[in-house]
């Protein structure tokens, strides 16, 4: 099961924590861990490729784990844009999650 877990600090979100393989399909088949790996590749490319930002990622393909965590202090306008952002990457993950309830867990910790 693939486990992604949203991190905020009251209703700032900020950042997140995605792991495990989600067992739908072997390694390399598999939609489910794909549909998950692209939505958190394309925020994470928006959030530092588009808007510049150094978000620190982390990525270890050995337990198929990725982590992305806002930086503290942003201006207003990045603040709003990576918020929206992550709550869409949130919705997106729990609908997956309600559509393959045995192979992803959403947690908001």
Known sequence: ????????????????EMQGHSG???QGEDIVCAALTSAVRLTECAVN???GLEAPVKVRDKDAY??????????SDSERVCQTL?????VHCVQ??????????????
């Open 24 to 26: 739908y399909a072997p």
């Open 66 to 75: 990725l982590s992305l965590k806002l930086p503290k202090a942003l201006d």
């Open 96 to 109: 997956l999650a309600e559509e393959y309830p045995e192979n992803i867990s959403v947690m908001e910790v």
């Open 1 to 16: 099961m693939t486990t992604v877990t949203f991190h905020s600090e009251g209703s700032r979100i900020t950042g997140l």
């Open 86 to 90: 992550l709550a869409a990457l949130l």
């Open 49 to 51: 490729d588009v808007l």
